[in-house]
């Protein structure tokens, strides 16, 4: 019975130990169960920012306007059709209405009646646009829309005009108002007045001394798009025709590198009715003093689904999408949800008031983005700073802070100026001290630990049956032994002491140097302390005499003189006489 009992009991520690060691190897991915949910864009605009930046067109020069001069004879001619017009009754006789009635005239044709002259006046004036673009290649190259990083004549000449010539207008159109001698000008001939002007100037200016340039908006070292950004001029490598032609430009940041990228998609990787992804600086926000300069340089992301592909006369290709975009989007990359640039915006409608609608925007398909970077032999590739950045990130979101951070700080090392790693450094070490660190142990550990119970185990489970098998073969050699004594108390063959034997007192010792038993004096049993003395070495009985000193088999089996699992009979007592015997084998 205690020989099977030990084996079940082997067997149930060999299967714990098995069992403990497969769960020690399934405890490190069990986490994946546990991971936080992460929205697409969420996890999209962390990954993606980075490589997303402000650009800057630029262009300044000395603005030059002449001054006018009235063209008497025509003037002399819209006296006489005024005077006229009061006489058939068409307008009225009041001399408000006559000068409303001319500067009417003089704004639908004003180069019929102002004639440019000298001196002339100059002012320095710079105008520009702020785009999108987002880098490519480690080592600076950046796409972004032709029409960021050009402007054609009309456009140009209506932007200095703007910029440089309100004052100009306000000046003139206070000089002609003073020649109505007496006549309270109201609002409609003031604004007149200054409709005349605005078109003879913007018309007679000149640009001189015209410069373009463009400019990439980056962090200083330390991370942070904030106030220490500062613009870094860029080259224009290629450009193509604006919307709606191939609106994609090309530019180089001389002296870069490990810049963070995004990866580039297939037209194939989304459809009608997926959701895309627009990145980029939105005008209303990055022109607006209302926001912090820090909130103003961060992208912006919106979503919306794929409506339709739609293709201009020209045969170029676009998307059409309801995701949200404004003025300063433009440029901007387009995302799948699989987070690759799957195009670039370029436009939104415009209504005939001149709104735009901020539903519907268009965006270049990624294929001509490819065509594109190809004429130029430029591979798009991702660096070892957006491998890492992408691998911290995964970690982040799944509370793993402490895996993340070292990933995090080679981020920094790797591209000190990037503008959003400080701060999730700073987040993690917040994280970690909080407690609120999940990171699992390294497969290695679980592996040590689930080695060393099962190893733990192992052992326990062979000394189980190494003391088993002890067990069986005492109880089959003490069987053995001829004349030995029934069984007693489970022990096979085993006698009892000699005071327990029939008869007791001196008769029940064999004759030896003792001379009496133990309590011959007094006719008891032996004491306590004698008998725990003879257990303790391993005999119940005094050395044996001259026949057991022959090696023949004693009356009390393996502890007498024939050999045992413990090893021959003990030595003699000291300062008795007898045989000297082996060693205790116990």
């Not at 769960?23 to 962390?46: K, M, N, Q, Y």
């Not at 009041?94 to 180069?111: G, H, L, P, T, Y």
Request: proline share 8%.
């Amino acid at each position: 019975m205690k020989g099977a009992l030990l084996s079940k009991l082997a067997g149930f520690a060999t299967a714990v130990a098995l069992t403990t060691g497969l769960s020690a190897f399934g405890a490190a991915p069990a986490a994946a169960d546990d991971e936080p949910a992460v929205a697409v864009g969420t996890r999209l605009a962390a990954r993606t920012h980075p490589a997303v930046q402000l650009t800057s067109l630029t262009y300044s020069g000395e603005v030059v306007v002449p001054t006018s001069t009235i063209n008497q004879a025509a003037f002399n001619r819209l006296v006489e059709q005024a005077t006229q017009a009061v006489l058939n009754g068409k307008i009225s006789s009041d001399e408000r209405s006559i000068a409303k009635w001319m500067f009417q005239r003089i704004a639908a044709d004003v180069n019929s009646y102002l004639s440019p002259t000298t001196p002339e006046r100059t002012v320095d004036a710079e105008v520009g646009g702020l785009c999108t673009g987002w880098w490519v290649t480690p080592d600076g190259y950046m796409v972004t829309g032709a029409h960021c990083v050009e402007v054609g004549e009309t456009e140009l000449a209506q932007l200095f005009a703007q910029q440089a010539l309100a004052k100009f207008n306000k000046q003139d159109a206070q000089e002609i108002i003073k020649g109505l001698r007496g006549i309270e000008a109201d609002e409609e001939i003031v604004k007149l007045a200054q409709q005349i002007y605005v078109t003879f100037n913007t018309t007679h200016m000149r640009i001189r001394g015209l410069q373009k340039s463009i400019a990439v908006l980056q962090s200083l070292p330390g991370g942070g798009v904030d106030k220490t950004a500062k613009a870094v001029p860029a080259e224009l490598v290629s450009v193509g025709e604006s919307y709606p032609g191939k609106d994609f430009a090309l530019l180089k940041v001389n002296g870069q590198q490990n810049l963070p990228t995004v990866p580039l998609g297939d037209d194939s990787d989304v459809q009608t009715g997926d959701t895309l992804y627009i990145s980029g600086f939105p005008g209303l926000v990055t022109n607006t003093p209302f926001f912090s300069l820090e909130s103003r340089l961060e992208p912006a992301l919106t979503e919306g689904p794929y409506n339709a592909k739609r293709t201009t006369q020209n045969g170029v290709p676009y998307i059409q999408t309801q995701a949200p975009s404004y003025r300063g989007n433009s440029g901007g990359p387009v995302f799948s949800r699989e987070g690759k640039v799957i195009g670039m915006l370029i436009a939104g409608t415009v209504s005939e008031t001149g709104e735009a609608s901020e539903s519907e925007s268009f965006v270049l398909p990624v294929s001509i983005i490819k065509e594109k970077l190809n004429e130029k032999n430029i591979k798009p590739a991702q660096g070892l700073t957006t491998t890492r950045y992408n691998e911290a990130l995964d970690d982040y979101f799944k509370r793993w802070y402490e895996s993340a951070l070292p990933k995090f700080r080679e981020v920094q090392a790797l591209f000190p100026n990037h503008p959003y790693v400080a701060r999730y450094i700073s987040d993690s070490q917040a994280a970690i001290s909080a407690g609120k660190d999940e990171t699992p142990r390294p497969i290695w550990t679980w592996v040590l630990i689930g080695g060393g119970v099962i190893l733990a185990l192992v052992v326990v489970a062979v000394v189980v049956k190494v003391l088993g098998g002890r067990r069986r073969r005492r109880a089959a050699e003490a069987a053995a032994v001829p004349g030995g004594w029934p069984g007693q108390g489970g022990l096979p063959g085993v006698p009892p002491p000699p005071w327990q034997l029939p008869g007791g007192g001196q008769g029940a010792y064999p004759a030896g140097p003792y001379q009496q038993g133990p309590g011959a004096s007094s006719g008891q049993a032996p004491a306590a302390s004698d008998r725990t003395q003879a257990v303790r070495y391993g005999q119940f009985a005094p050395p044996p005499g001259p026949s057991a000193g022959q090696g023949q088999a004693g009356p009390y089996g393996p502890y007498g003189g024939a050999p045992g699992p413990y090893g021959t009979a003990g030595p003699a007592f000291p300062g008795q006489s007898g045989a000297a015997g082996g060693q205790d084998g116990s």
